[in-house]
């Protein structure tokens, strides 16, 4: 359904960020995306949300490209926007309504949807944010937000939902309603995430860019883990040297992750 060919992107005054990319994401699949700061990973999920288009390759959404002038017609952008969501790394860009009611409401009203009260009571539930519906979203906290900017997007049923480092700034108890909602959702889903404890929990294929923003691997998630080679090279685990009782020795370490 998302198809991408030797695509490159890279941002104004700017070395390429992304280079030769080619993919493809198939219906209900979850894919966790891996990469060390710069690499990209933002980048990747704004082009995949048509935020920027591809300067090189291609990239197709069931068969329709994704450039520039489909971006300009406005009754395919709102299908596009319905079905293809984005949650940001920083919510606050997000979030622009008086209320968080309003916030959760906003595309479904968009969308001229029916029972848009009972929806937004049913994901503000599913968050635990019954209580804050009445409130302004910038007084709230961090996590909060991320909160209210989730409900926002999955309010829309989408078929594909794109994370940005959710598990960031959510508490345990929402880290764990996602795994689990992610388990339940029919929709494809890509995860970045710097938490590798966390990774295989977000999906079972795992994507990583390198720091030359190309794919440095595609595949199943439980190899990744266990390739020290490719995780040092990705700069997502690092070696250093530990003093115990006189001795050293050097191990690597991940986010969260250790290996010896
Ligand atoms: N709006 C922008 N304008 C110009 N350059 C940008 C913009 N957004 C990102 N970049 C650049 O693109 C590169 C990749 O950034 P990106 O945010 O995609 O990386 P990331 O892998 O998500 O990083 P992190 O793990 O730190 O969030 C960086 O060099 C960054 O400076």
Redesign the pocket.
Known sequence: MIELQAVGFG?????E?LADISLALQPGEKTVLL????????????LLNGLVVPSHGSYHYHGHPIDKASMADRQWLRRFRQEVVLLF?HPEAMLFNPTVRDEIAYGPRRLGWDDIDERVAWWADQLGLRTLLDKPPFTLSGGQKQKVALASILILEPKVILM??PSASLDPRSVGWLVDFLLDTAATVVV?T?NLSMAAEFGSRCLV?GEN?RLAYDGPIGPAMRDMELLERCNLAHRHRHRHAGGEHSHLHGHEWESS
């Open positions: 941002w104004p005054d700017s070395r960020t990469g060390a700061n710069g690499s990209g990973k933002s980048t990747l999920l704004k790394q940005d480092e970045s710097h860019l923003g």
